[in-house]
């Protein structure tokens, strides 16, 4: 009887690490990550045959870079990859496309953004009106009311319009990305 007891209070030692690690697992949020699109045009097969198997584009958005800055960096990170075989006219256009996106006039994404976990909600009342007063400053509601997107792409674009100046603190951030997750949520029926 000694054994199965050992068994059994060692199964229960291993069911409670497991549970804690499960809860500690749970806390853990990762840092907001940028979405760019894919663009259109001859750069999309230049980052699609150069870029993207190894890394995504995302992260150039963490950046805000000229020519020669662009240029230097590329350079830094693939010297010695002999896996990027990239022509110098399609480098022309890689560094044309990041320095106009991503160039020293616009606005690196935050790369330290972990959305808080919140527990009060904005109802549909509260957040328009919160939205009439801090949107309306900047630009009307309309685009807003008319696009979709998920809860995270809500959160990726609150996050960039607050590096661009909108006054939002975490929480409100996250209560308006919440609630437009709902309300302006993608409707794959629609």
Same mark, same amino acid.
């Not at 975490?170 to 993608?186: F, K, Y």
């Given at each position: ?49 150069? %870029?993207? #198997? &190894? /890394?995504?584009? +995302? ?10 800055? !662009?240029?230097?960096? $590329? ?59 801090? %949107?309306? #400053? &900047? /630009?009307?509601? +309309? ?10 792409? !809500?959160?990726?674009? $609150? ?32």
């Amino acid at each position: 009887m000694g054994d199965s007891s050992n068994k059994n209070f060692g199964l229960m030692l291993v069911l409670l690490a497991l549970l804690f690690c499960n809860q500690l697992v749970a806390q853990i949020r990762p840092p907001t990550w940028p979405d760019v699109p894919l663009p259109e045009g001859p750069i999309r097969n230049i980052l699609l045959d150069n %870029c993207t #198997s &190894c /890394h995504g584009i +995302d992260d150039y958005a963490f950046f805000a870079l000229d020519s020669a800055e !662009w240029e230097a960096m $590329l350079a830094e990170k693939h010297e010695g990859d002999s896996q990027v075989t990239i022509s110098s006219e399609e480098k022309a256009v890689l560094i044309s496309y990041l320095s106009s996106n991503f160039g020293p006039d616009s606005i690196p994404f935050p790369r330290d953004y972990v959305p808080p976990e919140i527990t009060e909600f904005f109802n549909n009342a509260d957040a328009r009106i919160f939205m009439e007063v801090r %949107c309306i #400053s &900047c /630009h009307s509601l +309309d685009p807003i009311m008319s696009s979709r997107r998920s809860p995270e792409g !809500w959160r990726v674009l $609150l996050v960039s319009e607050r590096e661009r100046g909108a006054q939002l603190n975490d929480e409100e951030l996250e209560r308006l990305a919440e609630w437009l997750g709902r309300a302006r949520g993608i409707n794959l029926f629609e």
